[in-house]
């Protein structure tokens, strides 16, 4: 019995084997050429590769610690440069420039040498024009406890006044400022029946007064940009001051003659186109008596004049009430 087993066992075994081999295999591939043995590639389930995760950067480890190799890309392939704007040219900064005097000059320095007398030419130093005429020099001196100033010959007026006037005077408008606690100028020689106005430039009130006998006047107190004005109806000098300020003087000298002038810086003048005749020649200075030399025209010489300065440049006076200041 057991043999029958063994052989049943075997009997069913080279069955199976049979069967094994004489099934064709479906997922086989097909034939190979003689001669080539098919490969043996045993069937094994492939299993999909899993795609690793991203990795996860912190903000530390994303920034990175090195420059990256900068790669060039192909000049077809590259972006074209964004054109960059020009940057605008920087203005060149104005020049500074030191700040200037305030316009009418409100705090101008009082001159420290005389200015010459306003209305009056200075004297010519040629050959006179015209037929008639006078030419000659000026001594000026000072007098007794008085000083000679620089420029303080060009305030010397020489005027001629004929006996018998045959040219009228034509009168005009004139200004003396009051400004920076003076007037200026503050000397005038002007044509009889002229008009003087005087504006205020001063920040402050100012008065302008005469006290001069036929010649008097008070033109009140008024302020910055105001003005106030005075006609001369009387020839000589007329002493002008400031009710207000003491030390504010002006002189202006009125005459009935068109023929003036002042020397040069030497003394030396000529007055021309005079007319025949009589006459006085008359010199005058600010500090000076006022002079007068006889002459008759034609003159044949050259003249010689002495003028000696006997006042100061500030004459002490009362106020227009006459009081003390």
Known sequence: MRMLKVAVAGWLMLLVA???????????????SEGVAPASTPAVAVKPVAEPAPEVLTAAESLPTSAPEERVAPASMAP?????????????KPPVREAGPIAAVKSAPKPTSAAPVAGVSPGKTGEVAGT????????LVAGSGQDLATGEMT????????????????????????????????????PLGSTISFP????????????????????????????AEYTFKKTGLVLINCNVHHAMQANVL?????????????????????PAGSGK??????????????ITLPATAPVSLRLVLTK???????NKERKPY
């Not at 049979?18 to 190979?32: F, L, V």
């Not at 008639?132 to 001594?139: A, E, P, Q, S, Y």
């Not at 205020?200 to 910055?224: A, C, M, R, W």
């Open 281 to 294: 020649l008359m010199i005058w200075h600010p500090r000076a008596n006022l002079q007068a030399l006889p």
């Open 80 to 92: 074209a440069a964004p054109a960059l704007a020009p940057k605008p040219a920087a203005s060149p």
């Open 254 to 274: 009125v005459i009935d003659t068109p023929f003036m002038v002042s020397p040069d810086a030497d003394g030396r003048f000529a007055l021309d186109k005079l």
């Open 200 to 227: 205020n430039q001063d920040e402050i009130l100012h008065n302008v007064f005469s006290v001069t006998p036929k010649s008097s006047f008070d033109l009140g107190i008024y302020g910055e940009g105001k003005s």
């Open 18 to 32: 049979c069967a094994s081999t004489s099934r064709p295999n479906r997922e086989s591939p097909p034939a190979q």
């Open 155 to 190: 305030q010397v007026v020489i005027y001629f006044v004929a006996d018998s006037p045959s040219v009228p005077v034509k009168p005009g408008r004139y200004h003396i400022y009051t400004h920076n606690k003076q007037f200026e100028p503050e000397s005038m020689v002007i």
């Open 312 to 318: 100061p440049r500030f004459v002490e006076h009362m």
């Open 132 to 139: 008639l005429g006078i030419k000659g020099m000026v001594d």
